[in-house]
């Protein structure tokens, strides 16, 4: 699934691991057409890829992403309605799809973020599972400096991430913090100095678990986040049943009860959610 260096979004799988890079270095991976395009292909892709069990997401270069480019924006009068106008059959536009495409995937998401985190860009760290950065790291909510309000999903995973008076502070001003303070806001999971390595660690973490125990996992915690009580124990009885009998989840218990042993590797996830 490597593609080439000219191309927007990088793809590189190693050891049941998508490695997906963000390759507009010079544009601090600024988000234009070819971006928006290349991002959704690659998280179909990797959907497709029932051998893959995680994946880790950051930019090349000095930021992980520095938002829409306003630039290309300005210079493609189309752009605007193909990103944010929505077909009628379809459930999100462009713009929102970018981001929601990692949070729709059937396996963990871990977002390694450096530098600059604006607008866009921020969207789509807040739409993975996980978002590891710098302490240095750069963040904003930066619509609100142009005119307009986080409409990639944003309202969906700020709600599930913060209080509402944080998110509407951070909306309202669009001002620019650290992610040190991103984490005590909840909206950064971890701090380390090398995100990239610290998301590879937690991958092959993940990897060496039952995928499909951790797809019925990202899928119950999806349904029942703030679900009430009566519809999150049906979500946790169903999603089990579907779990109980299939072969990884037998590889699994095998495992368990084979002290000392090597342990036997776990098949493709299979599709049954």
């Given at each position: 699934m490597t593609q080439s260096a000219t191309a927007r979004v990088l793809c590189e799988v190693r050891d049941n691991i998508a490695y997906v890079t963000m390759n507009r270095a010079?544009?601090?991976?600024?988000?234009d057409w070819a971006m928006f395009t290349q991002m959704i292909a690659t998280a179909k892709k990797i959907r497709k890829n029932r051998s893959i069990r995680a994946v880790v997401l950051s930019g090349d270069g000095a930021s992980f992403c520095a938002g829409l480019d306003f630039g290309a924006l300005s210079k493609d009068p189309m752009m605007v309605p193909k990103v944010f106008l929505k077909w009628p059959w379809t459930k999100q536009n462009i713009a929102q799809k970018i981001a929601h495409c990692w949070r729709d995937l059937p396996?963990?998401?871990?977002?390694?973020?450096?530098g600059n985190c604006f607008g866009g860009g921020m969207q789509i760290a807040l739409?993975?599972?996980?978002?590891?950065?710098?302490?240095?790291?750069?963040?904003?909510?930066?619509?609100?400096?142009?005119?307009?309000?986080?409409?990639m999903s944003g309202m969906v995973t700020l709600s599930r991430l913060t209080r509402v008076d944080i998110a509407q502070e951070l909306t309202m001003t669009?001002?620019?913090?650290?992610?040190?303070?991103?984490?005590?806001?909840?909206?950064?999971?971890?701090?380390?100095?090398?995100?990239?390595?610290?998301?590879?660690?937690l991958a092959e973490e993940i990897a060496s678990k039952s995928p499909d125990a951790i797809a019925a996992t990202?899928?119950?915690?999806?349904?029942?986040?703030k679900a009430d009580t009566w519809k999150a124990l049906r979500w946790e009885r169903w999603v089990q049943a579907r779990l109980l009998g299939r072969k990884n989840q037998k590889i699994a218990m095998a495992n368990?009860?084979?002290?000392?042993?090597?342990p036997k590797p776990f098949k493709d996830r299979t599709s049954f959610l």
């Open positions: 010079d544009k601090l991976n600024g988000l396996i963990p998401v871990i977002c390694a973020i450096h739409a993975c599972d996980y978002r590891i950065a710098t302490p240095d790291a750069n963040l904003s909510i930066m619509e609100m400096k142009w005119g307009l309000i986080p409409d669009g001002r620019q913090f650290p992610a040190t303070e991103g984490y005590e806001y909840g909206l950064i999971s971890k701090l380390a100095a090398d995100p990239v390595a610290e998301a590879t660690r990202k899928y119950l915690f999806k349904k029942t986040w368990g009860l084979a002290k000392g042993k090597e």
